[in-house]
């Protein structure tokens, strides 16, 4: 027989085991979803040292499962299992899984945003050693190196920027003549005295031994090739926000990622969005969590308000 629930997280990433607590807490029925493990994408990162309570950092993969830990204590139920299909228009929403059907009075979606790839071989294996893809996660590994930063957009630009003030040198690689990033950020990286352009570039190879060496990068104009060695690589031409099972039933910014403000709250009465899938502007372990709890907040008024 299908469960029902007073929520449904779909994604157990920060966000979402934050949501399920706080639930739990206050007294609501609670089922986590997670297709893979606690985490999300946090769990790819060998090293957090900004969040706060861990003075020697932690690493994502063993944050995620304290927070999965820490939930079910006050009762969160989880299920590894994939969503394949949901229906949240009704007052019961319908969740359909890899692992059966659920129902639900509210739904939280915290499936996430994955960093679009260079599409290189060798790339993800590289993933924690050389090729990263957050300077805000995983910049202080650099201390005093060599690292290129790809894109140019406002992300790249920002990593750049952070970059700047911890590695020895940034290099920076654009398939353009110049930045797509908004203005402000032009002066500070033209005038900072160890961050370089290559401009109308893009990498083509990854170098490595043990672990990334270098790259090897193309001249999109001249077809000429050639290397540049460094420590790390950051990769800053994107994120791809996981809101496909919801594309058709709550509204989406021009990126693809769900509108919903601090309150959480989606177009659709009784869903919330918190975490990377999101629109927001900064997206970091620290604001899912902030979102989880605000989520939680709202569906207990929601409920209360809703099911008298």
């Not at 999965?68 to 994939?82: I, P, S």
């Not at 957009?153 to 990593?159: C, L």
């Amino acid at each position: 027989m299908a469960q029902s629930f007073d929520m449904i997280v779909i994604g157990g990433g920060p966000g979402g085991y934050t949501a399920a607590l706080y639930a739990a807490r206050a007294g609501l029925s609670v089922l986590v979803l997670e297709k893979l493990s606690a985490g999300g994408q946090m769990a790819l990162t060998n090293q957090i040292d900004n969040y706060p309570g861990f003075p020697e950092g932690i690493d994502g993969f063993t944050l995620g499962e304290q927070m999965q830990a820490q939930a079910e204590r006050f009762g969160v139920m989880t299920e590894l299992a994939e969503v394949t299909g949901l229906e949240l228009s009704g007052e019961i929403k319908k969740v359909e899984s890899s692992e059966g059907t659920f129902y639900g009075k509210t739904v939280v979606i915290a499936t996430g945003a994955n960093p679009r790839e260079l599409d290189v071989p060798m790339e993800r294996e590289l993933v924690g050693r050389g090729v990263n893809y957050c300077a805000a996660c995983d910049g202080m590994f650099y201390k005093g190196k060599t690292v290129i930063v790809v894109g140019g957009g406002n992300s790249a630009a920002a990593d750049a920027m952070i970059l700047s003030r911890i590695a020895k040198k940034v290099i920076l690689v654009h398939r353009r003549d110049t930045l797509r990033a908004t203005k402000i950020y032009h002066d500070p990286l033209m005038n900072a005295p160890n961050v370089e352009f290559v401009w109308n570039s893009q990498v083509s190879e990854l170098l490595f031994e043990s672990k990334l060496t270098g790259v090897k990068v193309k001249n999109i104009l001249s077809g000429e090739e050639s290397v540049i060695e460094a420590d790390g690589i950051f990769v800053s031409i994107g994120r791809k926000p996981a809101s496909g099972l919801v594309r058709d039933q709550v509204a989406l910014d021009e990126s693809g990622y769900i509108r919903a403000g601090e309150s959480t709250e989606t177009s659709v009465p009784g869903v919330f969005a918190v975490g990377d899938v999101r629109t927001k502007v900064l997206r970091q372990v620290v604001t899912a969590v902030s979102d989880g709890a605000m989520a939680a907040h709202y569906a207990e008024s929601y409920l209360a308000e809703q099911f008298k």
